[in-house]
T-cell receptor, first 115, second 115 residues
């Protein structure tokens, strides 16, 4: 079974803090993704990575950065947290071998609250 | 602009009856469609998919129908069970995202199946 783990289930931070969200997958997947889920907006892609040290912006990258130093680990960084970044953050991975029919496997999510 | 839309935020059905969840899309380049299911405090899990060369795909109680001319797909669950109560996300991809497997998600529909 594919396992995608996220470092925290719940996180509370203060405005202006630097926040790190970690994601690890154990299936040697090429692709990794960060989404945020908000009511009425669904899942919106923040950043994705299709190889180590490679990254591409998704639909809402502003205020975020990412790091992928190792294949299994993809980190999302909030440089200076703001209250509008309070959300559920979901990490996903896919093999990269099935092209556009690849299935994404998700972690359990991190509920981030910025006060 | 939302390229994948789920216009019904919620749906309530009786156990044993049919659940029909709808999804519309605007990008005619989309070639592959997926449904994900999400329970509270868990990440989304893949449910069923359909390629644009088909108009129907069935997997047990779950059937997805695709109407390309109307840019519409639907998920049918028959018979519905209380354990099907979850948020359902529709997603789409196109062959332009060949190696990245990038998906566009809808807003989600919360299904409640009453015993």
């Amino acid at each position: 079974d594919v396992k995608v783990t996220q470092s925290s289930r719940y996180l509370v931070k203060r405005t202006g803090e630097k926040v790190f969200l970690e994601c690890v997958q154990d299936m040697d997947h090429e692709n990794m993704f960060w989404y945020r889920q908000d009511p009425g907006l669904g899942l919106r892609l923040i950043y994705f990575s299709y190889d180590v040290k490679m990254k591409e912006k998704g639909d809402i990258p502003e205020g975020y950065s990412v790091s992928r130093e190792k294949k299994e680990r993809f980190s999302l960084i909030l440089e200076s947290a703001s209250t509008n970044q309070t959300s559920m953050y979901l990490c996903a991975s896919s093999s990269g071998t099935q092209g556009y029919t690849d299935t994404q496997y998700f972690g359990p999510g991190t509920r981030l609250t910025v006060l | 602009d939302q390229q994948v839309k789920q216009n019904s935020p919620s749906l309530s059905v009786q156990e044993g009856r049919i659940s029909i969840l709808n999804c519309d899309y605007t990008n005619s380049m989309f070639d592959y469609f997926l449904w994900y299911k999400k329970y509270p405090a868990e990440g989304p899990t893949f449910l069923i998919s359909i390629s644009s060369i088909k108009d129907k795909n069935e997997d047990g109680r779950f059937t997805v129908f695709l109407n390309k001319s109307a840019k519409h797909l639907s998920l049918h669950i028959v018979p519905s069970q209380p354990g099907d109560s979850a948020v359902y996300f529709c997603a789409a991809s196109d062959d332009g995202s060949s190696n990245t497997g990038k998906l566009i998600f809808g807003q989600g529909t919360t299904l409640q199946v009453k015993p």
